[in-house]
Nanobody, 117 residues
Framework: QVQVVESGGGLVQPGGSLRLSCAAS????????MGWYRQAPGKQRELVAE???????NYADSVKGRFTISGDKAKKTVYLQMNSLKPEDMAVYFC???????????WGQGTQVTVSS
């Protein structure tokens, strides 16, 4: 069984920073994709940042220049460094991994990020 767990969310003031972490457990042979998504109340889940199977890194336009994704596929971990946070970044952040073990795509339970003064 594959488990994905996010951590690092919390309350931060506008302009502040947070670092989210995501770790996978279970006998995964390989990870091909690592992504961070977020979902705000009343909105659809959206891509924030991703590392594709080819190693390409993509960001949502709204976070470019402020967020940085990094990951270690061998260690089954992925991070999201979030700087200059804005109220509109407030959401539940989810980690998604595509890997070699059924069900081949796993999501974490999410971690809440609240940006408020």
């Amino acid at each position: 069984q594959v488990q994905v767990v996010e951590s690092g969310g919390g309350l931060v003031q506008p302009g502040g920073s947070l670092r989210l972490s995501c770790a996978a457990s279970g006998s995964i042979v390989s990870i091909s994709y690592m992504g961070w998504y977020r979902q705000a109340p009343g909105k659809q889940r959206e891509l924030v940042a991703e590392i594709t199977s080819s190693g390409r890194i993509n960001y949502a336009d709204s976070v470019k220049g402020r967020f940085t994704i990094s990951g270690d596929k061998a260690k089954k971990t992925v991070y999201l460094q979030m700087n200059s946070l804005k109220p509109e970044d407030m959401a539940v952040y989810f980690c998604n991994l595509v890997h070699s073990r059924w069900p081949y795509s796993s999501w974490g339970q999410g971690t809440q990020v609240t940006v408020s003064s």
